[in-house]
Nanobody, 125 residues
Framework: QVQLVESGGGLVQAGGSLRLSCAVF????????MGWFRQGPGKEREFVAA????????DYADSVKGRFTISRDNAKNMVYLQMNSLKPEDTAVYYC??????????????????WGQGTQVTVSS
């Protein structure tokens, strides 16, 4: 089994930055492709960013490209999401997820088998 625990959320003004962290507990972390999703008030959960097991091929939603950076440290079993130039529309609960298969890096919800409990990010205008 794999357990994911997010941290780093909070309240920030528009234009500010936050760094989310995801600690992964379980075997073979380095073999999992990892992703970040978010769910805003009254919205469906949406893809934010993903990264392959090796740390390559980062992929981003158009809405965050150029502002967010996903990274991982396999030695520490950690995944990060650096969020800069935050906007009020980035307000959401952010979830870390581990993909089902190592062969590709999915953008869809059903491509991920394990999820964290989420961390709230609120951006004030």
């Amino acid at each position: 089994q794999v357990q994911l625990v997010e941290s780093g959320g909070g309240l920030v003004q528009a234009g500010g930055s936050l760094r989310l962290s995801c600690a992964v507990f379980g075997r073979s972390f380095s073999s999992y492709n990892m992703g970040w999703f978010r769910q805003g008030p009254g919205k469906e959960r949406e893809f934010v960013a993903a990264i392959s097991w090796s740390g390559g091929n980062p992929d981003y939603a158009d809405s965050v490209k150029g502002r967010f950076t996903i990274s991982r440290d396999n030695a520490k079993n950690m995944v990060y999401l650096q969020m800069n130039s935050l906007k009020p529309e980035d307000t959401a609960v952010y979830y870390c997820a581990a993909a089902r298969y190592s062969g590709y890096v999915p953008r869809t919800f059903d491509g991920y088998a394990y999820w964290g409990q989420g961390t709230q990010v609120t951006v004030s205008s």
